[in-house]
Nanobody, 126 residues
Framework: EVQLVESGGGLVQTGGSLRLSCAASGFTFDAYAVGWFRQAPGEGRRAVSCISTNDGNTYYEDSVKGRFTISRDSAKNTVYLQMNSLKPEDTAVYYC???????????????????WGQGTQVTVAS
């Protein structure tokens, strides 16, 4: 069974850091493009950061560039999102998603991903 489990969310003060983890089971994560999405109350689910299978191609939404870093740990079958200098506007439920497409591909639309985690809440207090 393919499963993604996010962890690492929580409550943090403005300027703080969190590292989100997305652990995969039932498949080899290295063969999948991965996206981190977030959804704030009343808003749609938007791509924050993505990474292709070859790891040479990454995406960051403009508001998180220079603050967030996406990475893989193949040995742990896990993808991380390191979030630094957090702001109240980063508050949202964060989801990881995976799609079995190789090369330099990543998707920015939620419809492009077949597998999703359950989400983890990130709250940044002002």
């Amino acid at each position: 069974e393919v499963q993604l489990v996010e962890s690492g969310g929580g409550l943090v003060q403005t300027g703080g850091s969190l590292r989100l983890s997305c652990a995969a089971s039932g498949f080899t994560f290295d063969a999948y493009a991965v996206g981190w999405f977030r959804q704030a109350p009343g808003e749609g689910r938007r791509a924050v950061s993505c990474i292709s299978t070859n790891d040479g191609n990454t995406y960051y939404e403009d508001s998180v560039k220079g603050r967030f870093t996406i990475s893989r740990d193949s040995a742990k079958n896990t993808v991380y999102l390191q979030m630094n200098s957090l702001k109240p506007e980063d508050t949202a439920v964060y989801y990881c998603a995976a799609e079995a497409r190789g090369g330099s591909w990543y998707g920015l639309d939620r419809a492009e991903y077949d597998y999703w985690g359950q989400g983890t809440q990130v709250t940044v207090a002002s």
